[in-house]
């Protein structure tokens, strides 16, 4: 590791595994903690706040996910948030820490930015990917696909190699969300239709599950 970065921490608030709605094959997903964009109907409000989470050094998250990687012969990283070029240095390191452990592991990444905005702020980590979904969420317009949460995000793949594979993926129709619990809370994990979140709300209601605290509303 290059001096300097020894203290280098990153804001995180969760990481989950295994994951087979977020990228090809089953993976490890990391959610970044903090971000500014703000879109109307995110799925993610608690992960907005940039003094939430857990504060780790970037030698503690990459140790972690390699851990997962390897324990559960994972075949991919997703990096999602809260924004995750908004803590670029970082999350560069991270990636490259993880893949001088485990090997030459995909790298799919989520950003709320356009994609030539999320180069310009993270230009390591966006070269680093193997994928790059990037774009604010618009609630007014349709889901497009296993990756793409509002049609206006766009998709940067690294090779034509990397694009066969995740198209591969993304021709499988999928129920989308997937339900994990982690010490006692439990995550829908995936892409969201308009209206699904409440909707598996209302229908827990219903059969006399409430919900309390739920990421999707503030
Ligand atoms: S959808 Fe993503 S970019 Fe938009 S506010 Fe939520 S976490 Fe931030």
Redesign the pocket.
């Known amino acids: 590791m290059a001096h300097g970065e020894a203290g280098l921490t990153l804001r995180v608030a969760r990481i989950l595994a295994p994951v087979t709605a977020l990228g090809p094959g089953r993976r490890v997903v990391l959610w970044v903690q903090g971000?500014?964009?703000?879109?109307?109907?995110?799925?993610?409000?608690d992960?907005?706040d940039p003094n939430g989470g857990r504060d780790l050094t970037v030698d503690e998250v990459a140790a972690t996910l390699a851990e997962q990687i390897r324990s559960g012969e994972l075949d991919g990283l997703t990096i999602?948030?809260?924004?995750p070029t908004s803590q670029p240095d970082a999350v560069a390191t991270v990636v490259g820490q993880v893949r001088k452990l485990v090997g030459p592991v995909d790298v799919l990444v989520?950003?709320?930015?356009p994609y030539a905005a999320a180069r310009r702020s993270a230009p390591r980590l966006v070269s680093m990917a193997d994928c790059v979904v990037a774009g604010?969420?618009r609630q007014d317009l349709p889901a497009a696909g296993r990756l793409v949460?509002s049609s206006n995000q766009t998709v940067h793949y690294r090779s034509a190699a990397v694009r066969d594979r995740y198209e591969r993926w993304t021709a499988v129709s999928s129920p989308g969300l997937e339900v994990t619990v982690d010490q006692g809370a439990v995550f829908l994990v995936g892409i969201p239709q308009r209206g699904e979140l409440d909707e598996f709300a209302g229908r827990l209601h219903e059969r006399g599950v409430d919900l309390g605290e739920v990421s999707w509303r503030p």
């Open positions: 971000c500014a964009i703000g879109c109307i109907g995110c799925a993610s409000v992960t907005w999602t948030g809260g924004e989520f950003s709320g930015r604010p969420f949460a």
